[in-house]
């Protein structure tokens, strides 16, 4: 048995759970890269992790008969119109109140669009190439001003990314937000498995693990303590939604309106698919009466495809990850009790680093979805919402969910809502984005602009 002082009872944890492996390079490594190795170890719940492996034995559990969920439609009849009416009332309330936090899950890097950095830092803006944290922070920022309150900005990160986003932000002067007001932390990493149930090397003196999950994004909201601070300044309702999507409402009235209407503890945003085969989970209500989401891969083939009376199809509620939740209830679930999220086991290639080098190796990932929050509550509520005015997701650097698809939505919206406003376009303009510093929504623009006879026209 290996010993380094003050790190004894790590040592003989790592050896009681078998894992000693992980100090096969040991006599290589320097002292503080032997003190690094310890450190992590320290961290790892060892009776956790192995409770996790076991699962990987189990067979995969049967799905629960379900149906489409009740959602609040898009309003079309007078009814549905006074509905939205008062949930508005509402929800400007509580806005003005200053109940609501804004929450953006912002852990990822850009390297799928090309791109060095946090995805947060990438440009998208279609005439001013401001960056999605920009965009963010600019609505935040507007909303503030709006509503006569400062509406705290929760930022998680990874990890691989906290700093650069730290200095990023700083370096932007937290784009006109107070810096009290911003909120940082890490999500949580947790160690990978291979088939054998032992620890992987990414390195010789680091442990390869993976990022838990957006699930795991309200686990690290609690543990970081910043879910606690909000709660002590009388925050009541958290805003959820992620990075890469440029239209989202951060704070919006009706959204949040019906949620305290309906005294939800979740509220979600649905989306009507597109086509049957479109990649996005589906709400559903199972049978013992709770709702969820059924990933687009676990929806069965004749469900996909099912149609109602009016020829519509039957399962097209798509999640698209936007939520809000109530404080306490988080709290609730987020405690390491009974009522809490589960983890998801996936089988995916790792990379081992041994003798020879890096080898790849089929391994177990451990990782929580924010959905399965859902069925821990029977108070949810569902809204549609439309892909014109509220997705645009930047996954892909060119085709469907990509940087031009986004540009093209932000431009086709800031049109739309310049015609709503009775405002004139000419001819010769192709492009066209509206500053959020100028308007949130539509009522915010100003009536006596004048649009520029020019191809692309930035309204700031």
């Known amino acids: 048995m290996i010993s380094y002082n003050?790190?004894?009872?790590?040592?003989?944890?790592?050896?009681?759970?078998?894992?000693?492996?992980?100090?096969?390079?040991?006599?290589?490594?320097?002292?503080?890269?032997?003190?690094?190795?310890?450190?992590?170890?320290?961290?790892?719940?060892?009776?956790?992790?192995?409770?996790?492996?076991?699962?990987?034995?189990?067979?995969?559990?049967i799905p629960m008969d379900f149906q489409p969920a009740p959602y609040m439609p898009v309003p079309r009849t007078d009814e549905q119109k006074k509905e939205y009416t008062r949930a508005y009332d509402a929800g400007i309330d509580m806005i003005k109140h200053g109940k609501v936090a804004a929450f953006v899950v912002a852990g990822g890097q850009g390297s799928r669009l090309g791109f060095d950095g946090p995805k947060g830092a990438f440009p998208v803006g279609p005439v001013s190439d401001k960056t999605l944290f920009q965009i963010h922070a600019e609505k935040i920022k507007k909303y503030s001003e709006k509503y006569g309150v400062i509406v705290p900005w929760l930022i998680m990160t990874s990890p691989a990314n906290h700093q650069d986003t730290v200095d990023f932000l700083k370096e932007h002067n937290w784009f006109g937000l107070h810096e009290e007001s911003v909120h940082l932390f890490p999500q949580k990493m947790i160690p990978s498995l291979d088939p054998d149930g032992?620890?992987?090397?990414?390195?010789?003196?680091?442990?390869?693990?993976?990022?838990?999950?957006?699930?795991?994004?309200?686990?690290?909201?609690?543990?970081?303590?910043?879910?606690?601070?909000?709660?002590?300044?009388?925050?009541?309702?958290?805003?959820?939604?992620?990075?890469?999507?440029p239209l989202v409402n951060i704070v919006d009235p009706y959204f949040i309106g019906f949620h305290v209407l309906q005294k939800a503890h979740i509220s979600s945003k649905a989306l009507m698919k597109a086509y049957p085969e479109e990649k996005v989970g589906v709400f559903v209500e199972f049978e013992n009466g709770k709702i969820g989401v059924v990933e687009y891969s676990d929806l069965p083939?004749?469900?996909?495809?099912?149609?109602?009376?009016?020829?519509?199809?039957?399962?097209?509620?798509?999640?698209?990850?936007?939520?809000?939740?109530?404080?306490?209830?988080?709290?609730?679930?987020?405690?390491?009790?009974?009522?809490?999220?589960?983890?998801?086991?996936?089988?995916?290639?790792?990379?081992?680093?041994?003798?020879?080098?890096?080898?790849?190796?089929?391994?177990?990932?451990?990782?929580?979805?924010v959905f399965d929050a859902l069925p821990l509550t029977d108070n949810n509520f569902i809204m549609e919402t439309t892909r014109e005015e509220e997705f645009a997701p930047v996954k892909n650097k060119s085709g469907i969910d990509s940087v031009e698809s986004a540009r093209e939505l932000m431009s086709n919206l800031a049109m739309n809502w310049l015609k709503q406003q009775g405002i004139s376009i000419p001819p010769e303009v192709k492009v066209i984005e509206i500053s959020p510093l100028q308007a949130v929504e539509p009522g915010d623009i100003d009536n006596h602009i004048t649009i520029p006879a020019k191809e692309k026209v930035y309204i700031q």
């Open 6 to 61: 003050g790190y004894e009872d790590t040592i003989t944890r790592v050896y009681d759970n078998n894992q000693e492996h992980v100090f096969k390079f040991w006599d290589e490594l320097t002292d503080a890269e032997k003190k690094s190795l310890l450190e992590e170890l320290s961290d790892i719940d060892f009776q956790h992790l192995m409770s996790l492996y076991e699962k990987t034995k189990e067979d995969e559990p």
């Open 198 to 245: 032992k620890l992987v090397l990414a390195d010789k003196h680091s442990i390869f693990k993976n990022p838990d999950g957006h699930g795991g994004s309200l686990t690290a909201l609690r543990q970081s303590g910043v879910l606690e601070k909000m709660i002590d300044q009388g925050i009541e309702i958290i805003s959820y939604f992620q990075v890469d999507n």
């Open 301 to 369: 083939e004749e469900k996909q495809y099912e149609k109602d009376d009016e020829g519509s199809l039957r399962y097209a509620a798509g999640s698209i990850a936007i939520h809000l939740f109530d404080c306490r209830f988080l709290m609730d679930i987020t405690g390491g009790g009974s009522l809490s999220l589960p983890y998801h086991i996936a089988k995916k290639k790792i990379e081992e680093y041994t003798r020879e080098g890096e080898k790849e190796i089929q391994g177990y990932k451990f990782e929580k979805f």
